[in-house]
């Protein structure tokens, strides 16, 4: 009987406790419910419904339905009204889950997950704002800018590439932060919410700072409450996180979807050494992630991106890796090239071998998205196969394939000395003897073949740091008549890898910077794409280098 009776008062208890919590909650996106006109609905009932903007979307993960900011400048507007709400704020509390990938850079300024502010300039009229940081794990709050903020702040960024649960209560002057439940900073905090009144600009994801980064990340059950959680009610709110980090591990294998805004194409990565192919009417861009603190090649992934029209891309799971290769070692993912031969995709890589030279690989998959598997179990080339130009290590790098009309594949590859060989049908194993290519004027490394016409051109980086300059022949055996430059040294990167493709009718010229801000340079490269324009007598313009990039191709 006493039992009974403990349990009826336990559940009595929690409803009232879950009644009061509703009672106080002002403000709650669940991500999933939006109105017929398609805006985000505030479940709170208070109509504080609010508007995707830029590339943000809603998405699920299994049974849970979050916002997806995207990697550049997706965020939520959450609509003046929400300035009502801002301003009777005194105790309360701001609670949602939010998760940061591993290759976004917290680095900078910026990375807000909530701000309430006057202005979207708050450097130059100082008009107030309040926020909640993930670059710093922080609340503060300031009448007019950053030199006046109160602040409760762990004082680094959040944990990458995990779900989190980040609570803010401020009870009083009390101001609290806790992570999965866990007070993490505390501090006195006497400007109140009313201070910086009715605000405007009332955002998820966004800065009020305009020169600071988006967020770029993904966000989960956002609510504001006009009291402050005690730590059973954030305890038992914030109880999904292991349940979203399960149904991240399937999410994390989808296509991720990004919208090209200029150059350097992709922002949310470094990436080098382009490779391009078109198969079925899609676009493929292979290259190699760089990482690190860009003092020299730091480079553990292959990356696969595809596009239809050159301005939604997808990012697809890592498709290939150098430890994929038994006999290789080390971050040595070089560039490389992918091909399609009788439905299966054959991947060339420059990667490190065991012997501590470089060495080419090939991988093979039946879809050019991967997953690719090492095709031989050995590598293709080897230092010792190359030793009557160069006694270099690092001269068996930078494979290009080429197929050619009558159906014989060729290797090409090289740097200091350019090299070739024909490839069997199998594309795994040489047909003959390695050859040299003796005119190739201040040839450095990364051919590349393409044929317009009767034109077989191989393109190359030459000098160092690097330009791309090009030749072309009648026949893919040579002999090749030198052309001059194609291409200037690339923004900030002594090498400037291409790759040359036609899409749709239209050719073009991908590539690599060191454009990507701040810390972009010859170790953290990043790929640009820009137009290539054949002349009638079988030359090519200049490429000009554009921040603009390419405009869609609309079918
Ligand atoms: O990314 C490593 C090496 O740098 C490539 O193999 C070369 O082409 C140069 O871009």
Same mark, same amino acid.
């Given at each position: ?30 991500? @999933? ?12 009932? %208070? ?20 916002? %997806?900011?995207?990697?550049?400048? /997706? ?14 704020? @005194? ?31 708050? #450097? ?20 007019? &800018? ?16 995990? *779900? ?8 009083? $002057?009390?101001? %609290? ?69 399960? !149904? ?8 991720? #979807? ?22 079925? &009417? ?18 553990? +992934? ?28 080390? +971050?040595?993912? *070089? ?25 080419? /690989? ?46 014989? !594949?060729?290797?090409?590859? /090289? ?6 060989? @024909? ?50 022949? @009648? ?20 090498? +400037?890898?291409? !790759? ?12 690599? +910077? ?20 054949? $002349? ?20």
């Amino acid at each position: 009987m006493k039992k009974r009776v403990f349990i009826v008062s336990m559940a009595m208890l929690m409803f009232f406790q879950l009644t009061s919590q509703n009672r106080n909650l002002k403000l709650h996106y669940d991500f @999933k419910s939006v109105t017929p006109s398609g805006e985000i609905l505030d479940m709170s009932g %208070n109509g504080f419904n609010a508007e995707l903007k830029n590339e943000a979307f809603l998405d699920h993960m299994g049974d849970y339905h979050i916002l %997806n900011l995207g990697f550049h400048n /997706g965020y939520l507007d959450m609509g003046e009204k929400t300035g009502e709400l801002v301003n009777s704020l @005194k105790d309360f509390s701001v609670a949602t889950y939010v998760y940061v990938d591993e290759g976004v850079s917290l680095s900078l300024h910026g990375s807000f997950i909530l701000t309430f502010s006057n202005s979207t300039d708050i #450097r130059s009229d100082g008009n107030g704002c309040m926020f909640l940081s993930a670059r710093d794990q922080a609340y503060a709050i300031t009448k007019t &800018d950053n030199r006046a903020e109160q602040a409760v702040r762990v004082g680094e960024p959040v944990q990458q590439g995990a *779900w989190m649960h980040i609570v803010y209560t401020q009870e009083g $002057n009390q101001g %609290n932060l806790f992570i999965d439940g866990k007070m993490v900073a505390s501090n006195t905090v006497d400007i109140f919410p009313s201070a910086i009144g009715k605000t405007k600009f009332n955002f998820i994801g966004r800065s009020p700072y305009k020169e600071d980064n988006y967020l770029r990340g993904l966000l989960a059950d956002f609510r504001i409450y006009d009291k402050a959680l005690t730590a059973r009610e954030i305890n038992r709110l914030g109880r999904e996180t292991s349940g979203l980090a399960e !149904a991240h591990v399937e999410y994390a294998q989808r296509p991720i #979807r990004l919208i090209a805004n200029g150059n350097p194409l992709f922002s949310h990565k470094y990436t080098a050494d382009p490779a391009a192919l078109v198969h079925d &009417d899609v676009f493929y861009i292979y290259a190699g992630q760089d990482v690190g603190d860009g003092r020299g090649y730091n480079m553990p +992934n292959w990356v696969v991106f595809s596009s239809e029209d050159l301005e939604t891309w997808y990012e697809h799971p890592i498709p290939l890796r150098p430890s994929d290769f038994s006999w290789a070692r080390g +971050n040595y993912a *070089w560039a490389a090239q992918v091909i399609e031969r009788d439905g299966k995709f054959y991947w060339y890589v420059s990667t490190q071998h065991y012997t501590g030279a470089r060495a080419i /690989g090939v991988a093979v998959s039946d879809s050019p998205t991967g997953p690719f598997v090492d095709a031989i179990g050995s590598a293709l080339i080897t230092n010792d196969m190359t030793t009557h130009c160069t006694n270099i290590t690092w001269d068996d790098i930078d494979p290009t394939v080429w197929i050619d009309d009558d159906g014989q !594949a060729y290797l090409f590859w /090289g740097n200091t000395c350019c090299y070739y060989v @024909k490839l069997k049908d199998n594309m795994i194993e040489m047909d003959g003897d390695i050859m040299t290519i003796e005119d190739l004027p201040h040839f450095t490394e990364a051919p590349w073949i393409h044929k317009k016409n009767d034109w077989y051109y191989l393109s190359y980086a030459a000098w160092f740091p690097e330009k791309t300059a090009y030749a072309r022949s @009648k026949s893919i055996n040579g002999p090749w008549e030198y052309m001059g430059i194609l291409n200037e040294v690339a923004g900030n990167s002594n090498t +400037n890898h291409q !790759a040359i493709v036609e899409f749709k009718g239209q050719w073009y010229f991908v590539y690599h +910077n060191g454009a990507l801000p701040t810390q972009g340079g010859s170790y953290l490269r990043s790929v640009c794409i820009d137009y290539l324009h054949h $002349n009638e007598d079988g030359s090519i313009q200049r490429v000009i280098m554009t921040t603009e990039g390419v405009n869609p191709v609309r079918d």
